[in-house]
């Protein structure tokens, strides 16, 4: 696709094109790749915090979080595609990805600093906090290489889970190589990129949930 068109059509031929028919490996792949995106993992992991809450205002305070940490980058992404400025919402290209970290660093941030000025849920807080330092390092990190987002956020959704639910969390660390897996078959990235960002994810939310 070239980026000479407008907007509006660069957003409908990316959305609305009709499939090509792809082998199955690969469209399990795109299937596992979709629904572990990193705006996905985010809610889940608020979803998490929630179930580890006995607070009433618990659900309030994880709708605040969503809405600034994640939906607001989200958003930003949307934008940005509308503009003809990256090729999907999956920022295939390593530059692309620059712009849309500093604006969750900041986004996670700011949710973060009224999260615990406001006194939130400590899960959430923590959640909050892992999410910024996450993406901290991956924007540093993609400044020279292309660290996979998708395996940083699976690896710290499989420790929170781990430490709220024990055993039960085992599917989510289960999760994790399927994640790897599938971002090598569909050549966004290497075997390198994809463990590095997994050991990545884990070990920031292991420090940060500790």
Aim: glycine letters at 8%; charged letters at 10%.
């Amino acid at each position: 696709m070239t980026y000479s068109s407008t907007p509006a059509q660069v957003v409908g031929d990316t959305l609305f094109a009709p499939p090509t028919r792809k082998p199955r490996l690969d469209r399990v792949a795109s299937w596992i790749s979709n629904a572990t995106h990193p705006p996905i993992v985010g809610i889940l992991s608020a979803i998490i915090a929630l179930l580890a809450s006995a607070r009433q205002d618990a659900w309030g305070w994880a709708v605040v979080y969503l809405g600034i940490a994640i939906s607001l980058p989200v958003l930003y992404v949307v934008w940005l595609m509308w503009r003809g400025k990256i090729a999907d919402m999956q920022l295939p290209d390593r530059q692309q990805r620059l712009r849309p970290y500093f604006v969750a660093i900041a986004c996670a941030g700011a949710a973060t600093w009224l999260l615990h000025a406001s006194q939130a849920p400590r899960l959430l807080q923590q959640v909050a906090l892992a999410n910024m330092v996450q993406s901290t390092m991956l924007y540093l990190l993609t400044l020279r290489w292309k660290v996979s987002a998708h395996c940083a956020s699976a690896g710290g959704l499989a420790v929170l889970a781990g430490l709220v639910f024990g055993f039960g969390g085992l599917p989510f660390a289960a999760a994790v190589p399927l994640v790897g897996w599938s971002r090598v078959r569909l050549k966004r990235h290497n075997l390198a990129q994809v463990v590095a960002g997994a050991l990545l994810g884990m070990g920031i939310a292991w420090i940060v949930l500790r």
